[in-house]
């Protein structure tokens, strides 16, 4: 869940801003005291999170220590879409925001955020990114609007011991999701409770996961038909994939009978060495061993059954429209020393790891954004500093730059909410109708993207 952000209600700034035609960034004045640019940013994690909280706020001094024409404002939290356009207007808005992959292209079509193409092109490394990632934060005409630090695409995470009881290569996990089914009837057959395959069906989170197999079918959610948005998933592909499920669930009871799951149900199955597989992308890995007692080597991650499409998640950050042009050079500049900084691959890694967290997984503490040379440079980093069994998850990276990756569709969150009772049930009534429940779902869907401008 994903923290409220910290912000100064700056009410009279704020007003100054909207009255006049000039730039004016979220209400802050353009410099702050002897004479430097004050950024105001977000992407502070909660005090909750000590260590995260801890190296955050060590880079920011560091960063205005290099920097000393910089001054950093850093607010915790991330990203509100119920509350962003209501900052926006209000002028409380930082001057770099977070946004997670399915924000930008409402925000780049609303003006919510700068055109940074022209000092985006001054930036190193910017043409090492991978070029899908950075088209997310493009429009129609190229311009960019945002830079992607943070990326992941769904996986199949299985249970190591529990393969080999099985009977199973646990160094040789599911290519498709036939295999997937096989091997979940072999680990249900260990009997004790032991469920093979698990899935989520509520929460928004059935929905999400059905996206998920439609994409590794080579199918999708939805497709642009001219200037609108129409559901796509009423077809061969949305029905192979609700009767694999049906079939698992069903026909082979390698499900388990206790469904309509969420991420930590889930999650607590798995830690408890009572599941084999399910769909998850590799920050559940560290999740699994944290909140639920798992141990690293006990976790496999391969790449998604299936391998013809996979849904690709992540996070970046983009600019306040109000900033100056000033702002906007420093804020990039921030945003390009903290999260897309080869120079710092090593000491960042090497400050994880020596703080007991792992390294040598497929996620933070560098991002998996990157292309060719930088790329290997940052995995050669990861692989100095390892302290998790990294061959485990070797699957999951041998697929993982090779399978197309497809970002959410627009209005994600409703379109799951609509999808979830197609899980729900498939799961729960064994003469579910198919057919029915797509053709219903897609009316609904149709009437969700129907809103998107």
Request: charged letters at 20%; one cysteine or more.
């Amino acid at each position: 869940m994903q923290s409220l952000r910290i912000r100064r209600t700056l009410v009279v700034a704020a007003v100054a801003c909207l009255a006049t035609a000039t730039a004016c960034s979220s209400g802050t004045e353009q410099k702050a005291a002897g004479g430097k640019v004050k950024v105001t940013i977000t992407g502070q994690p909660p005090q909750t999170q000590a260590f995260e909280r801890q190296v955050f706020d060590k880079d920011v001094a560091e960063f205005e220590a290099s920097h000393p024409d910089i001054d950093l404002e850093p607010h915790e939290g991330f990203m509100d879409p119920k509350t962003f356009s209501a900052k926006l207007a209000g002028g409380q808005l930082e001057d770099v925001y977070y946004v997670y992959f399915t924000d930008p292209a409402q925000i780049i079509a609303r003006r919510q955020a700068a055109d940074i193409t022209e000092v985006a092109k001054t930036l190193p490394h910017i043409n090492d990114i991978q070029p899908q990632l950075l088209d997310n934060f493009r429009d129609a005409n190229g311009k960019l609007y945002g830079l992607p630090t943070a990326n992941y695409s769904m996986g199949l995470i299985y249970s190591r011991p529990l393969f080999t009881k099985a009977g199973l290569d646990p160094d040789n996990p599911p290519k498709t999701w036939e295999e997937v089914r096989a091997a979940a009837k072999k680990i249900a057959g260990l009997g004790n409770g032991t469920v093979g395959y698990a899935d989520y069906s509520k929460n928004n989170q059935g929905g999400w996961h059905l996206t998920s197999w439609l994409y590794s079918l080579g199918g999708q959610i939805a497709r642009k038909d001219g200037d609108a948005w129409k559901a796509d998933f009423n077809n061969d592909k949305g029905k192979a994939a609700l009767n694999y499920l049906r079939q698992m669930r069903w026909e082979d009871d390698s499900m388990g009978s206790k469904q309509l799951l969420e991420a930590q149900d889930v999650q607590r199955m798995m830690g408890a060495g009572q599941l084999g597989m399910y769909m998850a992308a590799p920050d559940n890995v560290p999740v699994l061993v944290k909140q639920f007692n798992g141990k690293y080597e006990d976790y496999g991650l391969a790449g998604i059954p299936g391998g013809q499409g996979t849904l690709l998640g992540g996070e970046g950050y983009m600019v306040n429209p109000k900033a100056s042009p000033e702002k906007i050079k420093a804020g990039l500049t921030w945003i390009q020393w903290k999260f897309l900084n080869p120079d710092r691959f090593d000491p960042y890694v090497k400050t994880f790891a020596d703080g007991k967290q792992p390294v040598g997984l497929p996620a933070p503490p560098t991002p998996d954004i990157w292309q060719g040379a930088v790329r290997e440079q940052q995995e050669q980093v990861k692989l100095k500093y390892q302290n998790v069994p990294a061959a485990n998850y070797k699957s999951y990276m041998d697929t993982a730059t090779k399978i197309k990756g497809s970002i959410e569709p627009p209005n994600a969150q409703q379109i799951y909410a609509a999808l979830d009772s197609v899980m729900q049930a498939v799961l729960t009534d064994k003469d579910a109708n198919i057919d029915q429940l797509l053709a219903s779902a897609e009316s609904k869907v149709n009437s969700v993207l129907a809103q998107v401008k």
